[in-house]
């Protein structure tokens, strides 16, 4: 089997949640599909970070690389792309786009032998835990109390909400974690994310303010990942640390881990080589006791590596992601009371929907990308 073409485009998905508005997350994708001389093809995407870059990077660069290779040899397509496109060690769009391919590398090879990802990964298991991540950046504390109750009406056991952003202050975040947990009660889970926002002062100081929360986990805290400050951090708090979703390549896992400045590991399968990184990643921290979960959203591709490996744990259900897979992909699993099951498909167990993506496709460089909203496409307020 041979690699004919890999084509990439880009998508963007406006997400509405009742009673907030409408656009409050503008979700956009790259995505990829790998074609072979055997008529079998493998899809795969990354997220929205510099994407006319990653779409050229696969077009102009990687495609003449890799054409006529194995889809089977990942880990020379692998060693193939890192000594002629990235021998310097670069992360960012070429981790990006080495990892849709990859992913598609693995949806190939499961087809193929009629298996699904997670059970090429090492099939530990053909389900996973979940958490969803409900509460946006500019939600304020009734709207957190009011959204947090609903999820976990619906089934959620395991929750997570945003913390850090310019028209707050971390007192602001104190009190809006507190109404949190005060309204989803004692027994759901509750975690927190900063997106690297806080310096190690204030992410000190709201460490402190929250600790009789009981938090599973305060993620990405610090400015950078800065894994020495991190560890620092992790030596003042009670609350678990996690980090990682777009570290980019084994290396910086293991500045984290060797540092120890996380409880839990983070890779994300779009940005950190794919499945093939990421599943050095997890056993990496598997010789240090580590569990490992995702950040980043995009659980009907992180479910596979988190569902094959012995120490893998709950899959992000980010709602705007989330929603976003089901438009797009036909045949994804939803949550269930906590758990999802890996569909018994080969492969990646869904597939494209051409209509919807072609009805979503950016043709050209959209300066609305940055209308009013953040890195991660929330809106803001």
């Known amino acids: 089997m041979k690699i004919t073409d890999i084509k990439a485009s880009l998508h963007r998905n406006e997400i509405d949640l009742p009673g907030i508005g409408k656009s409050i997350e ?9 074609e072979t001389d055997e008529g079998i093809s493998g899809l795969g995407i990354t997220g929205q970070f510099l994407p006319w870059a990653v779409i050229t990077a696969i077009k102009d660069h990687i495609l003449p690389t890799l054409k006529g290779m194995d889809p089977y040899h990942t880990e020379k397509i692998h060693s193939t792309v890192w000594k002629k496109l990235n021998n310097r060690a ?33 099939g530990y298991r053909d389900w996973a835990n979940t958490y969803a991540t409900f509460g946006y950046p500019f939600f304020d504390e009734d709207q957190l109390a009011e959204y947090g109750r609903k999820f976990v009406a619906e089934g959620h056991r395991a929750l997570k909400m945003v913390v850090g ?29 900063a997106n690297c926002y806080f310096n190690p002062h204030e992410a000190r100081l709201l460490c402190r303010a929250i600790e009789e929360c009981n938090l599973t986990w305060f993620e990405e805290p610090l400015q950078q990942n ?62 240090f006791n580590l569990p490992m979960s ?7 591709f992180n479910m596979h590596l988190l569902a094959g490996v012995l120490n893998g744990g709950p899959v992000e259900f980010h709602y705007g992601m989330w929603q976003t897979g089901k438009r797009f992909f036909v045949g994804t699993p939803d949550p269930l009371n906590g758990k999802m ?34 890195g991660h496409g929330y809106l803001l307020r």
């Open 90 to 122: 670069y992360t960012g769009v070429i981790s990006n786009a080495l990892s849709a391919i990859d992913i598609a590398l693995w949806d190939i090879r499961g087809k193929k032998e009629k298996r699904t990802v997670a059970e090429l990964l090492g």
């Open 294 to 300: 995702n950040g980043g959203g995009w659980p009907i």
């Open 341 to 374: 099951e890996i569909p018994k498909t080969p492969g990646l167990g869904f597939t494209p929907n051409y209509d919807q993506l072609k009805d979503a496709r950016v043709e050209g460089p959209d300066d609305t990308m940055n209308d009013g909203r953040d």
């Open 165 to 193: 952003e310019p028209s707050r202050t971390w007192q602001d975040d104190a009190r809006r974690v507190r109404a949190a947990r005060a309204a989803i009660g004692p027994d759901v889970q509750l975690m927190i994310d």
């Open 226 to 287: 800065d894994a020495r400050a991190l560890a620092d951090l992790r030596q003042h708090t009670s609350i678990p640390i996690a980090a990682g979703q777009m570290e980019g390549h084994r290396w910086r896992y293991r500045e984290l881990v060797v540092h120890h400045a996380v409880d839990v590991i983070q890779p994300n399968v779009l940005y950190n080589g794919g499945y093939t990184e990421s599943l050095k990643v997890a056993h990496l921290a598997q010789a």
């Open 26 to 34: 503008s979700r956009a994708f790259v995505f990829v599909e790998v």
